[in-house]
């Protein structure tokens, strides 16, 4: 009997644990933007994104690829960097 009460007191903590006790979003401070101020701040982005001309796209995707290869260059330079250093410490 204590087996099966231990069961079904488990089992409804369990279900109040699933039950969600939301609130509001318009209420919650988003890193310390509320609500309205989130969006509007996402609709002027948004209107922004939608607002691009063919020319500022390709400025972006140039510099998005720009940026590319300087990590591979970068990435490049770490792994010279790593192999030097460990050649330098390895006993001859």
């Not at 369990?14 to 939301?22: D, F, N, P, S, T």
């Not at 998005?64 to 792994?79: C, F, K, N, T």
């Amino acid at each position: 009997m204590k087996k099966k009460l231990s069961l079904i007191l488990c089992l409804c903590f369990m279900a109040l644990g699933l039950a969600a006790c939301g609130t509001d979003p318009t209420t919650v401070d988003y890193f310390g933007m509320t609500y309205d101020e989130l969006q509007s701040s996402m609709e002027q982005e948004v209107s922004a994104l939608v607002g691009l001309t063919d020319d500022n796209r390709t400025y972006i995707q140039s510099y998005l690829s720009r940026a590319g290869m300087r990590r591979q260059v970068m990435s490049a330079h770490i792994r010279d960097l790593e192999n030097s250093i460990s050649q330098r410490h390895r006993k001859p």
